[in-house]
């Protein structure tokens, strides 16, 4: 559908932004997104980092989503040398169709269920299905003893974090990300050119690409989110006992 989108905006010399999502055309003129690669690579970094050894099970986004795929690829080619060594084992590892949280909690229970409960990690590449399997885990009684990863940086994603419940999330800030489309886009329309040697490939060409970098955020930098204004801190803390919360200075 986009692809058509693309195409009709061309025809009518209209320069073409992708924003955030790789559109499969050949007629866009930039991608302005963050580093899915970088997010897959910081979620399966930071489980191997917080649980070196034991079963782990890999929820992947939507197949038909190229973000997911991407993610899906660096996350394998990350967790392939631990896995050889016989440090881990991916015990299950699928996608959850749409990134619906309750495929993700249907494919966590089936692997807790038949590994008996023993899976030390849950990479999840976003803060949906990491909310399904969270359910599955507080079921079982693992809190805690499980880590889970995520993305996006959602209220409910940062609320579980708050709480003990879910590791960490990647956290992608919007303003610079809009920025740098705003100002592709003004470029493009002056027919000026981009400032970026990054290329993406769409389709069977190779696409500039500029992009901006996603962080870690767990229990330990939570603030920052708020900082940033992304979140509010009543929002994130709204579970946690007045006394119990970092202090909002």
Not at 47 to 67: E, F, M, Q, S
Not at 77 to 98: H, S, T, Y
Request: with cysteine; glycine share 6%.
């Amino acid at each position: 559908v986009m692809a058509s989108a693309v195409e009709k905006a061309k025809k009518q010399g209209v320069p073409v932004v992708a924003y955030d999502r790789l559109i499969q055309s050949d007629e866009i003129d930039v991608l302005v997104s963050h580093l899915h690669s970088t997010a897959g690579k910081m979620q399966a970094e930071y489980a191997l980092k917080n649980a070196p050894k034991g079963n782990y099970v890999l929820i992947y986004g939507a197949p038909t989503d190229n973000n997911a795929n991407i993610m899906k690829g660096v996350q394998n080619a990350i967790l392939k040398p631990f896995v050889e060594k016989g440090d881990i084992k991916i015990v299950a590892d699928q996608n959850a169709k749409d990134w619906s949280p309750e495929e993700a909690l249907k494919i966590a229970e089936n692997a807790l269920t038949q590994n008996k409960n023993d899976v030390v990690a849950f990479v999840c590449s976003n803060d949906g299905t990491a909310g399904g399997a969270i359910q599955a885990i507080k079921a079982r009684g693992l809190i805690g003893k499980v880590i889970v990863t995520g993305m996006d940086a959602q209220i409910d994603g940062l609320q579980r974090i708050a709480q003990g419940e879910q590791s960490m999330t990647v956290y992608k800030p919007i303003q610079p990300l809009a920025y740098a489309a705003v100002e592709s886009a003004v470029k493009l329309a002056r027919g000026e050119k981009l400032e970026t040697t990054k290329t993406m490939k769409a389709v069977n060409k190779e696409i500039p690409f500029v992009f901006i970098e996603p962080k870690i955020v767990d229990k330990s930098n939570l603030m920052d989110i708020v900082k940033d204004g992304y979140q509010k801190y009543e929002d994130i803390f709204a579970n946690i006992p007045a006394d119990k919360r970092p202090k909002n200075e």
